[in-house]
Nanobody, 124 residues
Framework: QVQLVESGGGLVQAGGSLRLSCAAS????????MGWFRQVPGKEREFVAA???????YYGDSVKGRFAISRNNAKNTVYLQMNSLKPEDTAVYYC??????????????????WGQGTHVTVFS
């Protein structure tokens, strides 16, 4: 059974940092693109960042320069380092895997596996 499990969410003051982790199990994702998305109630899921199998990265405009995505294939884990957090970054953050595709994508429908999400709340 394929599983993606996010962790690292929490409550943080504006300007602070958090590091999210996404641990994959049930298959090897080393050759798959991985992504992070976020969602707030009543809004569509928003693209945050993605990383290809070769570790090229792609970011949403609202997080460029503040967030960094990385992967550790030996641990089958993807990370999202979030710096200079703002209240508008408050959301549920989801990890996703694009099975069988090397290249990253900003479209949720391109991803095959999803985690259950981790809450991030940024207060001012």
């Amino acid at each position: 059974q394929v599983q993606l499990v996010e962790s690292g969410g929490g409550l943080v003051q504006a300007g602070g940092s958090l590091r999210l982790s996404c641990a994959a199990s049930g298959r090897t994702f080393n050759n798959d693109a991985m992504g992070w998305f976020r969602q707030v109630p009543g809004k569509e899921r928003e693209f945050v960042a993605a990383i290809s199998w070769s570790a090229s990265t792609y970011y949403g405009d609202s997080v460029k320069g503040r967030f960094a995505i990385s992967r550790n294939n030996a641990k089958n884990t993807v990370y999202l380092q979030m710096n200079s957090l703002k209240p508008e970054d408050t959301a549920v953050y989801y990890c996703a895997a694009r099975a069988g595709y090397y290249s990253e994508s900003s479209y949720p429908n391109d991803y095959d596996y999803w985690g259950q999400g981790t809450h991030v709340t940024v207060f001012s």
